[in-house]
């Protein structure tokens, strides 16, 4: 069992930067991939960024690319997500979540552990 927290959601103006953090406590860190995904009022979740569970391969939705960052550190416990030029379009709950096995980094069905979200709102 893994448990993921999220934190570091907020308020931010358009073009605007934050970082969202995803804690694991629990179960073997290392050994799972990782994933951001969010959710926006009315709408599906939708699959944002992944990391391999060494972190030498990275995925991104084109919405996202060239804007936001996936990394982790093991040695904490902690994926991270750094939002750059950020858009109103994405305002969402932002969730993390892990999974083992063959990785399907944009499958919401890979992963079988998630955080309980942490709301983003890009707004002026």
């Known amino acids: 069992q893994v448990r993921l927290v999220e934190s570091g959601g907020g308020l931010v103006q358009p073009g605007g930067s934050l970082r969202l953090s995803c804690a694991a406590s629990?179960?073997?860190?290392?050994?799972?991939?990782l994933g951001w995904f969010r959710q926006a009022p009315g709408k599906e979740r939708e699959y944002v960024a992944a990391?391999?569970?060494?972190?030498?391969?990275?995925y991104y939705a084109d919405s996202v690319k060239g804007r936001f960052t996936i990394s982790r550190d093991n040695a904490k416990n902690t994926v991270y997500l750094m939002m750059n030029m950020l858009k109103p379009e994405d305002t969402a709950v932002y969730y993390c979540?892990?999974?083992?096995?063959?990785?399907?980094?944009?499958?919401?069905?890979?992963?079988?552990?998630w955080g309980q979200g942490t709301q983003v709102t890009v707004s002026s």
């Open positions: 979540a892990a999974g083992a096995g063959s990785f399907l980094p944009d499958h919401t069905d890979y992963y079988d552990y």
């Open positions: 629990r179960g073997t860190f290392s050994s799972y991939a």
């Open positions: 990391i391999s569970w060494n972190g030498e391969s990275t």
